[in-house]
């Protein structure tokens, strides 16, 4: 069955450092989706991405944030400057159309110290 | 935008008792309605789903009938394994036509041998 593949699983940085999280999603899907959980907290949408660009976003998303598809396979979660309060596990996912549900990766779980 | 409202957790069964897991929706329209699963350690599985009121979404024992009388859309399975152990997600797009999701706050099961 056609997987969606995070890495790294764990990251831990350092309050201020960037980081990119990686995501291969399914590769004939068109929509692409990073979500956060903070630990024991509700799953919460960052952002979605269709046709090369940010279709959706939510105020989690703010300027420290960015999503790009660098070569048609890989889907990267920039966070420009990390923060405490960004340690989370992310998780992406892909659809064929968003309205039939995701398929979600593993998860990366980062930790700012 | 939509939401959905879940039963607080945590539950605590024991095997081969019956489940439910109340999950009611504000919703504009009729949009598709999803229960997404997340065992320990791992990401976030896609349960079942329904696409339109009076629909049935089954998968693995679980059943969920989406219920546009009572706004409802309740996760049951007749008799609990200690596999069954997870956190059990309702989900619904966020708003009629979106692709990203409004996940629940999840129900943390436990099944006891």
């Known amino acids: 069955e056609p997987e969606v593949t995070q890495t790294p699983s764990h990251q831990v940085t350092q309050m201020g450092q960037e980081v990119i999280l990686r995501c291969v999603p399914i590769s004939n899907h068109l929509y692409f989706y990073w979500y956060r959980q903070i630990l024991g907290q509700k799953v919460e949408f960052l952002v979605s991405f269709y046709n090369n660009e940010i279709s959706e976003k939510s105020e989690i998303f703010d300027d420290q944030f960015s999503v790009e598809r660098p070569d048609g396979s890989n889907f990267t979660l920039k966070i420009r400057s990390t923060k405490l309060e960004d340690s989370a596990m992310y998780f992406c996912?892909?659809?064929?159309?968003?309205?039939?549900?995701?398929?979600f990766g593993s998860g990366t779980r980062l930790t700012v110290v | 935008g939509n939401s959905v409202t879940q039963m607080e957790g945590p539950v605590t069964l024991s095997e081969e008792a019956f489940l439910t897991i109340n999950c009611t929706y504000t919703?504009?329209?009729?949009?598709?309605l999803f229960w997404y699963v997340q065992y320990p350690g791992e990401g976030l599985q896609l349960l079942l789903k329904?696409?339109?009121?009076?629909d049935k979404g089954s998968n693995k024992g679980f059943e969920a009938t989406y219920r546009k009388e009572t706004t409802s859309f309740h996760l049951e399975k007749g008799s609990v394994q200690v596999s069954d152990s997870a956190v059990y997600f309702c989900a619904l797009p966020d708003q009629t036509g979106a692709n990203n999701l409004f996940f629940g706050t999840g129900t943390r099961l436990t099944v006891i041998p």
């Open positions: 919703a504009t329209g009729y949009p598709s």
């Open positions: 329904a696409t339109k009121a009076d």
């Open positions: 996912a892909s659809s064929t159309q968003g309205g039939y549900g995701y398929t």
